[in-house]
């Protein structure tokens, strides 16, 4: 966080398990919109922290990154949730 705080430069903040090598075999999940939420709203918080205010943070829920399609669907479905749960941020989808 630390060059984008000191750029002062947006960033997008997104949810990913793994690496591109193992994400794929950690698409299990208890309560996959939950957990989406309370790693991005800690990811948004370090951030803050790190001196990257909130209107420069943008997030990503991974869609596609260590999620099966039922967890990718239920994002998709939850996108209200989401945005109302981590503040209103900008949700980018890509």
Known sequence: FDTVARLGV???LMHMRGNPES???MTEYDRVVDEVIESLLE???AAES???P???QLIDPGIGFAK???GNL???KNLSRLRKELGYLPIVLG
């Open 10 to 12: 947006p960033i997008i």
């Open 23 to 25: 994400m794929q075999n």
């Open 43 to 45: 990811r948004s918080q």
């Open 50 to 52: 790190a001196g990257i």
């Open 54 to 56: 909130r209107w420069l």
């Open 68 to 70: 099966n399609v039922e």
């Open 74 to 76: 239920l994002i998709l």
